[in-house]
């Protein structure tokens, strides 16, 4: 346990660094990036900020940190929504429809 705690120590940043918004967008960048460079996943992006919020929150309780350094509302790294609704244009027309329902109809029967 002591030589995990040295190692966090060694590779970890001093609070100070989130009053700097540059440090804190290039903390931002880094927890939306993998290691391969590549952008993460919109789910593992705004997971991993959710839980970046609920670490300053708790660093404001114990009044380690004044204010939160994470930049609120949208911002342009965010995910766009997506709807589930269906694209009528990908639907099959009743022509189509019929079609298929015929070749289904037609077709022998197999297995049990």
Do not use: C, F
């Amino acid at each position: 346990m002591v030589t995990i705690l040295r190692w966090v120590e060694r590779n970890s940043l001093p609070v100070s660094v989130w009053e700097d918004p540059e440090k804190v967008g290039d903390v931002l960048r880094a927890i939306d990036t993998r290691l391969d460079g590549k952008q993460a996943a919109a789910w593992s992006r705004k997971r991993h900020r959710r839980i970046l919020n609920v670490v300053m929150h708790y660093a404001i309780r114990r009044r380690i940190l004044r204010t939160n350094p994470l930049p609120k509302g949208k911002e342009v790294t965010t995910a766009t929504r997506t709807s589930n609704a269906v694209d009528k244009r990908s639907l099959m027309n009743p022509d189509q429809a019929a079609a298929l329902l015929d070749w289904i109809r037609r077709r022998p029967r197999g297995g049990r």
